[in-house]
């Protein structure tokens, strides 16, 4: 039974460049979220799976910010031309099914620094 | 959108006081969630409720529907209670597309 892990657990990039985030969800868990934590916005919801699909994409900051999950299991988040502004610890959690009376679960993290 | 407020947004407690952190929320939800995050760690989920009381541990947590309020309770706090405690919601519609809406946090500090 191991948690939510995500990788890499720090990450450390330069301006423009792009950055691919991964996360593997708790096995049998259908749902699936990313959301970001940083200093000047706090913890914000960016985009959630339900199996593979992602029914609202309104969340995710700009059109940089793109998001996948494939075999209902493991999703990558990426960012294309990164910004300074980007920089922050972008968290992925996972539940049972896509409801929300449903305990998600976290990972640990990925902390990216955009130089 | 629901705005989620927090109240205090830091505490410094005594070994053994009882602490009360509230939350309080603008629109109607299907479930609030309390979660705890120790400095440079990852966030556990304490507690997922949509009416009543849940006790676990020496944690308590209520929520009154009617006034959109939420209390979180550690009774005889430690030291190692000192985290950051958030508390957050889900939307009304009871689907999980809106992920969840989160407080800015309380910032507890229990000295020994």
């Known amino acids: 039974g191991a948690g939510v892990s995500q990788s890499p657990s720090n990450k450390v990039t330069e301006k423009g460049k792009d950055v691919e985030l991964r996360c593997d969800p708790i096995?049998?868990?259908?749902?699936l979220y990313w959301y970001r934590q940083s200093l000047g916005q706090g913890l914000e919801f960016l985009i959630y799976?339900?199996?593979?699909?992602?029914?609202?994409k309104s969340g995710l900051p700009s059109d940089r910010f793109s998001a996948e999950r494939t075999g209902g299991s493991v999703s990558t988040l990426t960012i294309q031309r990164t910004q300074q502004e980007d920089s922050a610890v972008y968290l992925c959690?996972?539940?049972?099914?896509?409801?929300?009376?449903?305990?998600?679960?976290f990972g640990p993290g990925t902390r990216l620094t955009v130089l | 959108k629901n705005e989620v407020e927090q109240s205090p947004q830091n505490l410094t407690a005594q070994e053994g006081e009882f602490i009360t952190i509230n939350c309080s929320y603008s629109v109607g939800i299907s479930a609030l969630h309390w979660l705890q995050q120790h400095p440079g760690g990852g966030i556990v989920s304490l507690f997922m409720l949509s009416s009543g009381k849940k006790k676990h541990g020496r944690l308590i947590a209520t929520i009154n529907i009617q006034e959109k309020h939420s209390s979180l309770h550690i009774t005889a706090s430690h030291p190692r209670d000192s985290a950051v405690y958030i508390c957050a919601v889900t939307a009304g519609s009871g689907g999980g597309a809106d992920g969840l809406t989160f407080g800015k946090g309380t910032h507890l500090i229990i000295q020994p």
């Open positions: 799976f339900q199996g593979n699909s992602a029914p609202d």
């Open positions: 096995s049998g868990h259908t749902a």
């Open positions: 959690a996972s539940s049972l099914y896509g409801v929300s009376y449903n305990e998600q679960f």
